[in-house]
């Protein structure tokens, strides 16, 4: 027993000294769009009094590309995809990933959650709502949600690239929910800045995610306790139609 008892120290021991000195590593950077910014379309909302109230007078403009000042670009999902430990496990977070509906539009517009997170879709807008979810590996979904019906919960437990949630009610509200195995990703603000923390030292492939204009994966060294820079630059190929884009300043 006592023999088994120092084993199992010594093995506590060990694990406490790796973790002491693994995942202090990150990867930032920031997103920008280079070329002319596409046109601009203000989406009519009239069919919808609440719709039009609850944006305060404020125009709205479709979000498949919101950019802020510089041509930074928000909405982008960065995540880590090869290099992290084989066979690593990852605590699910209690804390639910939370999507508001509110002036008729899904905020945040790209959120992402671990596989058995709870994703909690809220209506503060007082008007009927549809939360039609479109996932490829985890099961569609389809809920009513009357003004009286304040918030539904999802969870799922299937590893998805980024899949489009809209609503039936109202076509122009679209929004997007990724599926993750472990933690290691971002969302960027209307800066273009996102961060990866808690990373081992390591070879990864960092992978970014648009809407529109798909991704692009790079090759990322970083040492421990390293705070490495990876940006990425977004052109509209021809084929693509960015017709209808928010400016945030």
Not at 56 to 70: I, Q, T, W
Not at 87 to 110: K, M, N, W
Not at 161 to 187: L, Q, R, T
Request: glycine residues 8%.
């Amino acid at each position: 027993m006592k023999q088994l008892t120092l084993l199992m120290s010594i093995i506590l021991g060990l694990t406490l000294a790796q973790s002491a000195v693994a995942g202090d590593a990150s990867i930032t950077g920031t997103i920008k769009f280079d070329g002319s910014v596409p046109t601009m379309k203000v989406i009519k909302m009239n069919a919808d009094p609440k719709c039009v109230a609850n944006n305060k007078g404020k125009e709205v403009r479709a979000e498949s590309l919101v950019m802020g000042e510089g041509q930074t670009v928000a909405n982008i999902f960065v995540s880590i995809k090869s290099g992290l430990a084989d066979g690593a496990t990852y605590e699910t977070p209690t804390t639910p990933v939370v999507v508001d509906q509110l002036g008729c539009r899904y905020i945040p517009h790209v959120v992402a959650a671990m596989k058995g997170q709870t994703v909690q879709i809220k209506n503060s807008d007082g008007t009927l709502h549809n939360v039609h979810g479109l996932p490829k590996t985890n099961k569609e979904f389809n809920v009513a949600m009357p003004a009286f019906k304040k918030q539904i919960e999802k969870k799922f437990d299937q590893v998805e690239s980024p899949f489009k949630v809209k609503c039936d009610v109202h076509p122009w509200m679209a929004g997007y929910v990724a599926v993750m195995e472990h933690p290691y990703f971002a969302v960027s603000g209307v800066d273009g800045k996102y961060t990866i923390k808690g990373l081992d030292a390591g070879d990864y492939e960092v992978e970014m995610w648009h809407e529109k204009l798909g991704t692009q994966t790079v090759k990322v060294t970083v040492a421990a306790g390293e705070a490495k820079t990876q940006d990425f630059t977004l052109k509209k190929p021809g084929a693509v139609s960015l017709n209808a884009v928010m400016i945030v300043k």
